[in-house]
T-cell receptor, first 107, second 114 residues
Framework: GESVGLHLPTLSVQEGDNSIINCAYS??????FIWYKQESGKGPQFIID?????DKRQGQRVTVLLNKTVKHLSLQIAATQPGDSAVYFC??????FGTGTRLQVFP | EAGVAQSPRYKIIEKRQSVAFWCNPI?????LYWYQQILGQGPKLLIQ????????DSQLPKDRFSAERLKGVDSTLKIQPAKLEDSAVYLC????????????FGPGTRLTVT
């Protein structure tokens, strides 16, 4: 069946460093991808999205890259802060979520 | 702007009992979603409403789960009878319209079935 998966369950970074969270998808017909951030005890929160006709999209401190050739997208967080500590999910337009990557930021 | 409200926040029941969750979406949001999130996994879509009509319920275990949105605003999700594997967080989300409109999630209801 269709799937959206993440490469690493946990990512630990030092405060101030850049973080890169990866995601692979299987449905080449997916037209739209979204990154969510989920803090403990809360629902997922929209971070940034990208349409399949784009390769890159930038937000505030975040950038999403889409490589349709290898069905891969990544979320880059610049100057990672303690408040960025959370689980990050990618999802496609079929509302299929990946397993999630836990980002831990240490001082 | 008020967010998506859900109640209760926590519920503990025994297997074979029934339980209901309530969701109040953001005012004006036509699309409402229910997700199941098992510990350590991503949310799984159970059902999607557009106003008071069902758009997608392909992953809803219809033998025990039911959901309704009678007036196109609030929604309830029911499980009857509950099984141990139903232990999860049940998330409600709403959006102005279907994908790609941004979804806003509620805090979820944590269900423990013993």
């Amino acid at each position: 069946g269709e799937s959206v998966g993440l490469h690493l369950p946990t990512l630990s970074v030092q405060e101030g460093d850049n973080s890169i969270i990866n995601c692979a998808y299987s449905n080449s017909a997916s037209d739209y991808f979204i990154w969510y951030k989920q803090e403990s005890g809360k629902g997922p929160q929209f971070i940034i999205d990208i349409r399949s006709n784009m390769d890159k999209r930038q937000g505030q401190r975040v950038t999403v890259l889409l490589n349709k050739t290898v069905k891969h997208l990544s979320l880059q967080i610049a100057a990672t802060q303690p408040g960025d500590s959370a689980v990050y999910f990618c999802a496609d337009d079929k509302l299929i979520f990946g397993t999630g990557t836990r980002l831990q930021v240490f001082p | 702007e008020a967010g998506v409200a859900q109640s209760p926040r926590y519920k503990i029941i025994e297997k074979r009992q029934s339980v209901a969750f309530w969701c109040n979406p953001i005012s004006g949001h036509a699309t409402l979603y229910w997700y199941q999130q098992i510990l350590g996994q991503g949310p799984k879509l159970l059902i999607q409403f557009q106003n008071n009509g069902v758009v997608d319920d392909s992953q809803l275990p219809k033998d025990r789960f039911s959901a309704e949105r009678l007036k196109g605003v609030d929604s309830t999700l029911k499980i009857q009878p509950a099984k141990l594997e139903d232990s999860a967080v049940y998330l409600c989300a709403s959006s102005l319209g279907p994908s790609p409109y941004e979804q806003y999630f509620g805090p979820g209801t944590r269900l423990t079935v013993t």
